[in-house]
């Protein structure tokens, strides 16, 4: 019972924010008249003035595309540069090298494209420089190009007769001063306030309360278990004999970066790359409750206020809800059936009674390897749920140690489409695509003409809509059905067998999503791991961008028709039940066989039922 008024009351805050914060988005992106307009409207103007745009200058839709391909290009370049050069750049008080070539790309290709997948370990790999200056700059462009992407199609679905979809560098501007910097500052101060630290002095060296006693194997060094460490003379000992070789710690490095200010953008924007290499797991980047809440709740917060936007720039609010309740009651189920699975947790952890996976009062039960004790199941099992709904890909537990199932959902709300909220503008304009899939299948059971917000579908659009629909399960089956013949990819693998493939799969389809958590058995460093992760993150960010501004310059040239009795409602419950529908078949179709071999295959052999 605690455990369910836990997953109501995270949903019911995240829902109660977001109404509000999506009717201000939707003024904001407008140009209306907003209650920070008088601070931030000149900051605007003068941003206008000194890079010479009219933001009154439209933009049709393939100059659109040309504009925000060449900024993301554009970012891509010095953001790679500045990987390979932070040895020789400022602010790096850890004496940091550059990146090898293949892992700056990977990295930039990563933050760019709003996926923010991560093949090493920040706090041993990055500089000041880089994670402030670098990614953190991504953070909040990335996700600012997602939402202008979004407003242009929603240009087009209103306007009627036009060819402009407004204008790419004023809806960036827009996106990031009214959006991503006011809900970054006010979440980065509180979460400085709740002890995420905010440091520019670069990691500390401090004394461990109590030393402890290693020794030197193949893998490093290992905690010798059970020891007494004697610090003065050095002397290593276990039930009283000495160990030889064995070291005594006194102390630790502790990672000190400016966290809360990059924390915040990494949830808002849907990006989810940690300073730290076990990201909101840490305690130095989620150090309690309530910075978990206000964490896992900015996961969600702009894609769902997105949806209440989408109403009322179409002049419909009906329309916003509908989408709306699609992916909340997707997301809802999906949450439901990752709590479920990890409660139970499987044969091998209960171990024919040896041990209790039921819930007691003195402890949670279930699976709770890879969970962080002062989260538990419950707030993991929410927040595993939300950064695979939303392409953020920042976790607080370890996905890998999810159980079979457990593990299959969050690989499967990416396979989708990451439509299910999903990224900051990306997920919504992602479902626009799958609501006129589901407009023109309709049109055709009732025999005619499909219409979408009053405007005919012809087959320019279905083109472009199925290409928006499908993008995301090319890239992440070609590119992980690529991985899995070459030998090397075994060779990188912590697991054989089923587990194995879901290792492939889940990280081919946070590449292929953008999402950027991991499986993280598997060691992606090489080569060609780095390559063809970062080509399909290309691939899934700006094919389905480039389709969704085609639809936008398609439907804006469209006159409105009216609605006539026979006219689809694309508001009611019907319309989104086909929608949900259509979302899970074409999930199901393309990934069931690969699901198959993998985290299902895994579930019957520990079940015993393969």
Not at 231 to 251: F, H, M, Q, S, Y
Not at 279 to 302: C, G, K, Q, V, Y
Not at 370 to 393: C, L
Not at 485 to 509: I, Q, R
């Amino acid at each position: 019972m605690g455990s369910t008024v836990q997953y109501v009351l995270y949903l019911a805050v995240l829902v109660a924010l977001a109404i509000p914060l999506g009717k201000y988005i939707s003024k904001a992106m407008g140009g209306e008249k907003v209650f920070l307009s008088k601070l931030v409207r000149p900051c605007e103007n003068v941003i206008y003035k000194a890079l010479r745009i009219d933001p009154a200058a439209e933009m049709g839709w393939k100059k659109y595309l040309l504009c925000a391909l060449a900024f993301n290009a554009f970012g891509l370049a010095v953001l790679f540069a500045v990987l390979m050069l932070q040895g020789v750049l400022p602010w790096n008080p850890q004496g940091f090298g550059g990146m090898s070539w293949h892992l700056a790309f990977n990295t930039a290709v990563s933050f760019v494209t709003n996926t923010n997948w991560q093949t090493y370990s920040g706090e041993v790999a990055l500089s000041n420089f880089s994670q402030a200056m670098g990614l953190t700059v991504q953070n909040f462009v990335s996700a600012a190009c997602g939402i202008a992407v979004l407003f242009a199609l929603v240009r087009g679905l209103v306007r009627a007769g036009g060819k402009g979809v407004g204008n790419f560098w004023a809806d960036l501007v827009r996106s990031v001063l009214y959006i991503m910097l006011p809900v970054c500052l006010v979440a980065s101060i509180a979460l400085a306030g709740l002890g995420v630290p905010q440091s520019l002095g670069g990691g500390k060296t401090v004394g461990l309360v109590e030393p402890i006693a290693v020794q030197q194997t193949a893998d490093g060094y290992e905690v010798i278990p059970g020891a007494q460490a004697d610090p003065e003379t050095g002397i290593v000992t276990v039930d009283g004999a000495a160990v030889p070789g064995a070291k005594v710690v006194t102390k630790q490095y502790v990672p000190l970066y400016p966290q809360a200010s990059q924390v915040a953008p990494k949830q808002a924007g849907t990006n989810g790359g940690g300073i730290l290499g076990t990201n909101s797991a840490h305690p130095f980047e989620n150090p309690n409750p309530w910075t978990n809440l206000i964490e896992m709740t900015l996961l969600l917060l702009i894609p769902v206020a997105l949806c209440f936007s989408f109403g009322r720039s179409v002049k419909s609010r009906k329309q916003g809800v509908a989408i709306f309740l699609a992916m909340f009651i997707l997301l809802a189920a999906a949450l439901g059936a990752v709590a479920v699975v990890e409660q139970a947790g499987t044969p091998q952890l209960a171990q024919d009674g040896g041990v209790t996976v039921s819930a007691t009062d003195g402890q949670p039960g279930g699976n709770m390897e890879g969970k962080e004790t002062r989260f538990g199941i419950a707030t993991s099992a929410t927040w595993a749920a939300y950064t695979t709904a939303a392409s953020n890909g920042s976790v607080n537990s370890m996905h890998d140690s999810y159980t079979p199932l457990g593990g299959m959902v969050p690989m499967l709300l990416m396979m989708l489409g990451e439509v299910v909220f999903g990224g900051v503008g990306c997920g919504l304009y992602g479902m626009i695509g799958f609501v006129i899939l589901t407009v023109f299948i309709a049109g055709l059971m009732v025999g005619r003409t499909p219409e979408y917000l009053g405007k005919k579908v012809g087959p320019r659009e279905m083109r472009m809509a199925v290409l928006l629909c499908l993008a995301t399960p090319i890239a992440i089956l070609v590119g992980s059905g690529v991985a899995t013949l070459l030998p090397a990819t075994a060779d990188a693998l912590g697991n054989g067998g089923a587990h194995g493939l879901s290792e492939v799969l889940y990280n081919y389809a946070s590449a292929g999503g953008n999402n950027g958590s991991a499986f993280a058995g598997m060691g992606c460093d090489t080569p060609f791991l780095n390559v063809s992760l970062g080509l399909v993150m290309l691939f899934a960010r700006f094919v389905p961008m480039a389709a969704t501004l085609a639809i936008a310059g398609s439907m804006v040239c469209k006159r409105k028709v009216a609605e006539g009795a026979g006219t689809l409602s694309t508001s009611n419950g019907m319309f989104v039940f086909l929608l949900i529908l259509i979302v899970l078949i074409i999930g199901a179709l393309s990934f069931f066989p690969a699901l198959s071999l993998g985290p299902i295959a895994e579930f019957t052999q520990m079940t015993g039922l393969g």
